[in-house]
């Protein structure tokens, strides 16, 4: 595609439920991140794929974080039981030799 | 972990004015990047800057790596260039991930 993007762009969620966020990055890059942006902060990271395989999760702010990108392409980041911590926008970025491009971001309120 | 430290946090300009935003890195850096956040919360790409100078339109950068800092030149500012400005860089043997700043908040008022 033209550029990197997710789905929904606004996610409203009652505390303890489960979401689904997802990516579509840019075709044929092979790198995919997640970053996690509180309000007046910067992104910071929280895992990254390279083609289907996950090989660097450490950013991952609990277990309750999961992401997946099985066929190398689109990628989910799923959030069980969410709490009110979890309110933050989620970006994804895909890159091919370095240079970063990010999506829109998906905005989650947890309620 | 490396550090990024961006200065100002925040800037105010009158249309037409120049500025120039710092970022500070404390490690060795294989990537720099600059990015403007709009006010929908978009972070586009301005400059993917590890070392040297480049120049788009009415913005330009340099990144002294040796020295580990990166400069933004803005020129005769818009209404528009308001939003925030992220540098992010990645360190040396990393798997690639950023590290942002926390970022300079420009504000341009007509």
């Known amino acids: 595609g033209a550029g990197v993007s997710q789905s929904p762009r606004y996610k409203v969620a009652k505390r303890g439920q489960d979401v689904a966020l997802r990516c579509d990055p840019i075709s044929g890059h092979v790198s995919l991140f997640w970053y996690q942006q509180a309000l007046g902060q910067g992104p910071e990271f929280l895992t990254y794929?390279?083609?289907?395989?996950?090989?660097?999760k450490s950013g991952l702010p609990s277990d309750r974080f999961f992401a997946e990108r099985p066929e190398g392409s689109v990628s989910t980041l799923k959030i069980q039981r969410t709490q009110q911590e979890d309110s933050a926008v989620y970006l994804c970025?895909?890159?091919?030799?370095?240079?970063?491009?990010f999506g829109p971001g998906t905005r989650l309120t947890v309620l | 972990g490396i550090q990024v430290e961006q200065s100002p946090p925040d800037l105010i300009l009158q249309e037409g004015a120049n500025s120039t935003l710092r970022c500070n890195f404390s490690d060795s850096v294989n990537n720099l990047q600059w990015f403007h956040q709009n006010p929908w919360g978009q972070l586009i790409n301005l400059f993917y800057?590890?070392?040297g100078t480049k120049q788009n339109g009415r913005l330009s950068a340099t990144t002294v790596a040796t020295e580990r800092y990166s400069l933004l030149y803005i020129s005769s500012s818009q209404t528009t260039d308001s939003g925030v400005y992220f540098c992010a860089v990645t360190r040396v043997w990393s798997q690639g991930n950023l590290i942002f700043g926390k970022g300079t908040k420009l504000s341009v008022k007509p």
């Open positions: 800057i590890p070392s």
């Open positions: 794929f390279q083609n289907e395989a996950q090989l660097d």
């Open positions: 970025a895909s890159s091919l030799t370095g240079m970063e491009f």
